[in-house]
């Protein structure tokens, strides 16, 4: 949406706007992975033994 502005209005910060973008996406993408690990380390971690009752 801000580079949408940026764009129609001529106002500078194209580039914050760029970087602001791709920083996001990378930390969404390692948000998604760091639970995709925790759920896999939780689904392997309750797959042994379950104690005997």
Do not use: H, P
């Not at 764009?7 to 706007?17: I, P």
């Not at 690990?37 to 104690?51: E, F, H, P, V």
């Amino acid at each position: 949406m801000a580079k949408r502005q940026i764009r129609t209005s001529g106002e500078e910060g194209d580039q914050l706007a760029t970087w602001g973008l791709i920083l996001g996406y990378v930390f969404t993408g390692l948000t998604l992975l760091a639970c995709c690990g925790w759920l896999a380390l939780l689904i392997i971690g309750n797959t042994g033994d379950s104690g005997g009752y």
